[in-house]
């Protein structure tokens, strides 16, 4: 599986852009704010239909464009594909095309172009909030499974609508009487999540630990807990014992979500957690246990979706490598030789054996 071409138009700083790629590796070189990590978002994009740095798809048109435009040309499933995207402002609908052919759904896209993003923020996740894990965990699983996407979008919807609801009863306290039918839909979908999430973390988990396992020379144990509401006794169980679990716990809270108007329990406060030798990262880890845990979970997160579509998704790393020392630099440059693979630097002469090095400046492509 390979990106062999894209092409942009009016795409964040680049008015046009066309760019071949090597089937390997591809060091992107250029000063900052020169739109390395633009054309990585691209590449992103492209593969997922999600921007990994904006919030709404206005950020993604060039400053005075009327559209944006993504297209690649890609090798996989054993065939040239293409994939295309057309972005607009406001309320306009994206457009999306597989093949010369419109689709309706991100999940006819699904397996065409898989990618595993890595950034310095990823190297701080164990250390970070709930929320930026979360993100992590759903960010992977809607590429492997189409349809915990679908679900996911179908939770955050009935959540806001929930959280209206619990707002408005302060004014008009007789719309508290359909609270209860969310309810019972939140935690339909909601188990949904748990079973995807649950099963997800722990083929994670296994693969981490195999890699951290390499990383540390066998000297620590990682171990990856998968943490969802106090009522779930097993996340593995069927979805209707999850579902009667779920509203369970949202029966101890109504009283405290009616008086604070706010959606207190829930998957959407899940976590994760990650331990090494029975010590806790986020709390007491070390910054270089830290790197190297998040190191091993993204292998891991490569490794899952290299299982599931049966070729190596391509792999992004922004800026990653100068963040690490020289020794997790080598052991990342060393997991990273097969399939193709995208890296962003300021410094070109420190990794041009690499591969074919791309240079960018201002929005251009000059190699």
């Known amino acids: 599986m390979n990106l062999r071409l894209l ?21 992107i070189v250029g000063d900052n704010a020169q739109g390395k990590t633009n054309l990585l978002e691209a590449v992103s994009y492209l593969g997922s239909g999600k921007s990994f740095r904006a919030q709404k798809t206005a950020e993604m048109i060039r400053f005075g464009g009327e559209f944006a435009e993504i297209q690649g040309k890609i090798f996989a499933q054993e065939r040239e594909q293409s994939l295309r995207f057309l972005l607009f402002p406001g309320a306009r609908p ?24 890595f950034c310095p923020e990823d190297l701080l996740v164990l250390k970070m909030g709930a929320a930026q894990r979360r993100r992590f965990g759903d960010s992977a699983l809607c590429q492997l499974r189409p349809n915990y996407d679908a679900a996911l979008t179908e939770y955050h919807r009935i959540l806001d609508q929930k959280s209206r609801i619990l707002k408005d009863r302060l004014e008009n306290p007789a719309v508290a009487a359909i609270l209860p039918e969310y309810n019972l839909r939140l935690c339909q979908v909601g188990a949904l999540l748990i079973s995807y999430r649950a099963r997800f973390y722990e083929g994670l988990g296994k693969a981490a630990a195999s890699y951290h396992g390499q990383f540390s020379g066998g000297s620590e144990e990682f171990l990856l807990e998968y943490r969802t509401v106090s009522t779930v006794t097993d996340p593995f169980a069927p979805v209707k014992v999850l579902t009667d679990q779920l509203l369970d716990h949202l029966e101890r809270h109504s009283r405290a979500e009616l008086e604070t108007a706010q959606c207190l329990t829930g998957p959407h406060k ?27 979970l993204k292998l891991a997160q490569r490794e899952l979706m290299g299982r599931e579509f049966g070729e190596e998704p391509v792999l992004l790393l922004d800026d990653v ?41 201002n929005g251009s492509v000059l190699t």
Request: aromatic fraction near 8%; hydrophobic fraction near 35%; charge should be positive.
């Open 321 to 361: 490598l100068s963040e690490l020392d020289p020794g997790r630099q080598d052991f990342v440059l060393n997991q990273i030789m097969s399939g193709q693979v995208f890296i962003t630097c300021c410094e070109p002469g420190r990794f041009t054996k690499l591969g074919r090095t791309i240079e960018i400046k």
């Open 7 to 27: 092409e942009l138009r009016s795409f964040r700083n680049y008015r046009e852009a066309a760019v071949e790629f090597d089937p390997g590796v591809n060091l």
């Open 270 to 296: 899940d976590d994760f957690s990650v331990s090494l030798s029975g010590i806790d990262l986020k709390a007491y880890g070390s910054q270089g246990q830290t790197r190297t845990a998040a190191i091993s």
């Open 94 to 117: 994206r457009q999306m095309f597989r093949n010369g052919a419109r689709k309706k759904s991100l999940s006819d896209l699904a397996g065409v172009l898989p990618s595993v993003l």
